[in-house]
């Protein structure tokens, strides 16, 4: 990367001797780290000179912006590994940056002290470097799964009101560190009310069926704006992606290949990583909407989140605020209790099972007047309106469970629930099964005795002449417009 050429422009200059009295001056700016305060800036004169070599320095050049984030960067080779970095506008007094990374989860034992280093200025113009760094948060989001490395959020608090462009972060608070994030600022205000995060796409995901009644059906319940991680994606599924992201309903992150050791998680010998850095995609995808994006929901491909009774997403959680909580009415009579409101929403699995329907029973359709359902889904392979057999088995909440957040009042989101909200009086909210499920459409149960006595849930089947449709056009439209383009 070309933040490597600062070093190397350095080096060719100091043994160049042209320049070796700045060489001095950079060795008086490190020694005056030694310690373990934060440096001062004791001279403006030499900060000056610095920063007047870095600006003369032709090889002194950011990457370009369009391709930071898009790989990991070693904070510390098999230790610690950054991919992005959000401003929080959310922390007294001046905000911080939030870096979305994975660690050895030894070192969350060891606690390492890591510095941020920022820069300010404009990203394709001059910067300048502001030599007194700031100590870094490491807050592990304990879903490592017991792999060697977990996923992590670092947090430097700002020094002063000036927003910095670019972040590094080194073990020392001297050494300009090897790395370079590109710190991603809020939008003015929201954009979307539902955005729905997706984990990477691996394997290289091709199926177009599954997708397209994965976006449709979310939509229908109230998702605006879906975002994808791109790890291994077939060529195949690129028309879908180009209509949805054409539409500007889809966002696609690359998902850039993973440092360590990664696999499934039957595989032999076990991945350093726990599915692919998924938790560390869900965290990057909750602070990257965080302040443009009214609540956000993280659900697999193969998972809904239905609302029954007629509602939609945004009517649940309505109804939901309406709903005084036991909490809430002993409250009226005490005062002084905090006032806790719902920061994120959850919704009890069930599983749905492709492997108990057959094709005949799709029988349950023939009292329904649509002309070629039938035919319409079991050509796009539409699993939630032709599997209704469901496992008698409601997983708790917090076991397989999903939710929809307020992201502004997370802090660190979890895969099944939230680890810690912004504020202490945040709680999740638990919808009642009569209210809304988690479907989620397997061949293969995780667990035996999840399956017995699998009953009929037609509750998707009365929403067939809205998703069927809408199903349809997408593919005929995507097969019309976009097939051969890659
Ligand atoms: C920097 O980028 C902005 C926006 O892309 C552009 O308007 C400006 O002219 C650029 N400045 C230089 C010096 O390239
Ligand atoms: C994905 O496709 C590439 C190129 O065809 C192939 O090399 C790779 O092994 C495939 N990966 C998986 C997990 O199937
Ligand atoms: C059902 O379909 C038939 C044949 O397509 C049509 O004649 C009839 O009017 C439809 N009934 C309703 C209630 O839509």
Same mark, same amino acid.
């Given at each position: 990367?070309?933040?490597?050429?600062?070093? %190397?422009?350095?080096?060719?200059?100091?043994?160049?001797?042209?320049?070796?009295?700045?060489?001095?001056?950079?060795?008086?700016?490190?020694?005056?780290?030694?310690?373990?305060?934060?440096?001062?800036?004791?001279?403006?004169?030499?900060?000056?000179?610095?920063?007047?070599?870095?600006? *003369?320095?032709?090889?002194?050049?950011?990457?370009?912006?369009?391709?930071?984030?898009?790989?990991?960067?070693?904070?510390?080779?098999? *230790?610690?590994?950054? =991919?992005?970095?959000?401003?929080?506008?959310?922390?007294?007094?001046?905000?911080?940056?939030?870096?979305?990374?994975?660690?050895?989860?030894?070192?969350?034992? =060891?606690?390492?002290? +890591?510095?941020?280093?920022?820069?300010?200025?404009?990203?394709?113009?001059?910067?300048?470097?502001?030599?007194?760094?700031?100590?870094?948060? #490491?807050?592990?989001?304990?879903?490592?799964?017991?792999?060697?490395?977990?996923?992590?959020?670092?947090?430097?608090?700002?020094? $002063?009101?000036?927003?910095?462009? !670019?972040?590094?972060?080194?073990?020392?608070?001297?050494?300009?560190?090897?790395?370079?994030?590109?710190?991603?600022?809020?939008?003015?205000?929201?954009?979307?009310?539902?955005?729905?995060?997706?984990?990477?796409?691996?394997?290289?995901?091709?199926?177009?069926?599954? +997708?397209?009644?994965?976006?449709?059906?979310?939509?229908?319940?109230?998702?605006? %704006?879906?975002?994808?991680?791109?790890?291994?994606?077939?060529?195949?599924?690129?028309?879908?992606?180009?209509?949805?992201?054409?539409?500007?309903?889809?966002? +696609?992150?690359?998902?850039?290949?993973?440092?360590?050791?990664?696999? $499934?998680?039957?595989?032999?010998?076990?991945?350093?990583?726990?599915?692919?850095?998924?938790?560390?995609?869900?965290?990057?995808?909750?602070?990257? %909407?965080?302040?443009?994006?009214?609540?956000?929901?993280?659900?697999?491909?193969?998972?809904? #989140?239905?609302?029954?009774?007629?509602?939609?997403?945004?009517?649940?959680?309505?109804?939901?605020?309406?709903?005084?909580?036991?909490?809430?009415?002993?409250? +009226?009579?005490?005062?002084?209790?905090?006032?806790? *409101?719902?920061?994120?929403?959850?919704?009890?699995?069930?599983? !749905?099972?492709?492997?108990?329907?057959?094709?005949?029973?799709?029988? %349950?359709?023939?009292?329904?007047?649509?002309?070629?359902?039938?035919?319409?889904?079991?050509?796009?392979?539409?699993?939630?309106?032709?599997?209704?057999?469901?496992?008698?088995?409601?997983?708790?909440?917090?076991?397989?469970?999903?939710? #929809?957040?307020?992201?502004?009042?997370?802090?660190?989101?979890?895969?099944? !629930?939230?680890?810690?909200?912004?504020?202490?009086?945040?709680?999740? !909210?638990?919808?009642?099964?009569?209210?809304?499920? =988690?479907?989620?459409?397997?061949?293969?149960?995780?667990?035996?005795?999840?399956?017995?006595?699998? $009953?009929?849930?037609?509750?998707? =089947?009365?929403?067939? $002449?809205?998703?069927?449709?809408? #199903? *349809?056009?997408?593919?005929?439209?995507?097969?019309?417009?976009?097939?051969?383009?890659?």
């Amino acid at each position: 990367m070309s933040f490597r050429c600062i070093n %190397h422009g350095f080096f060719l200059l100091v043994f160049s001797g042209v320049m070796s009295y700045l060489f001095l001056e950079y060795i008086d700016l490190n020694a005056s780290c030694a310690s373990q305060h934060m440096p001062k800036m004791r001279s403006k004169f030499k900060l000056t000179k610095f920063q007047h070599w870095l600006s *003369q320095l032709k090889t002194v050049r950011l990457p370009d912006v369009s391709i930071v984030n898009t790989v990991w960067q070693a904070v510390v080779e098999k *230790q610690t590994y950054v =991919l992005s970095a959000f401003h929080d506008i959310r922390d007294e007094p001046y905000g911080s940056i939030r870096i979305m990374a994975f660690s050895s989860t030894y070192q969350w034992l =060891l606690q390492p002290r +890591l510095y941020c280093h920022l820069w300010y200025g404009q990203s394709n113009i001059s910067f300048s470097y502001v030599p007194a760094t700031v100590r870094i948060q #490491i807050d592990p989001i304990r879903e490592a799964h017991n792999r060697r490395y977990g996923p992590e959020i670092l947090t430097c608090y700002l020094p $002063d009101i000036r927003v910095p462009e !670019f972040v590094s972060i080194s073990t020392s608070n001297c050494q300009i560190a090897d790395n370079l994030l590109h710190i991603k600022k809020p939008d003015e205000q929201p954009t979307h009310s539902f955005t729905v995060c997706v984990a990477p796409l691996i394997h290289n995901y091709s199926n177009v069926y599954q +997708l397209t009644e994965f976006i449709e059906s979310n939509r229908l319940f109230g998702a605006e %704006h879906f975002v994808f991680y791109d790890y291994e994606s077939d060529p195949l599924l690129y028309p879908y992606l180009r209509s949805y992201l054409k539409e500007g309903i889809m966002q +696609l992150v690359q998902w850039p290949s993973i440092p360590v050791y990664v696999a $499934d998680g039957e595989a032999e010998p076990p991945p350093d990583l726990h599915s692919y850095g998924q938790v560390v995609a869900l965290a990057d995808c909750v602070y990257r %909407h965080m302040f443009d994006s009214q609540f956000v929901a993280y659900i697999d491909l193969d998972e809904m #989140i239905v609302p029954r009774g007629g509602h939609t997403w945004r009517t649940l959680i309505q109804k939901a605020n309406q709903q005084n909580s036991l909490y809430d009415r002993i409250r +009226l009579y005490v005062p002084f209790l905090p006032n806790i *409101q719902s920061g994120a929403f959850s919704f009890r699995n069930r599983f !749905f099972l492709i492997s108990k329907q057959q094709v005949s029973k799709v029988d %349950h359709l023939r009292h329904l007047n649509f002309s070629d359902a039938m035919s319409l889904i079991t050509n796009y392979h539409i699993k939630s309106l032709s599997v209704t057999k469901a496992s008698s088995k409601y997983y708790p909440h917090g076991v397989r469970s999903k939710y #929809i957040m307020r992201p502004m009042q997370v802090l660190i989101p979890g895969i099944h !629930f939230v680890f810690k909200f912004y504020s202490v009086n945040r709680r999740m !909210f638990k919808f009642e099964d009569d209210t809304a499920m =988690l479907h989620h459409y397997r061949y293969c149960l995780p667990e035996t005795g999840a399956d017995v006595e699998a $009953d009929d849930d037609f509750t998707v =089947l009365a929403y067939l $002449d809205v998703l069927l449709p809408r #199903i *349809q056009s997408r593919h005929k439209f995507v097969r019309s417009t976009f097939n051969g383009m890659h």
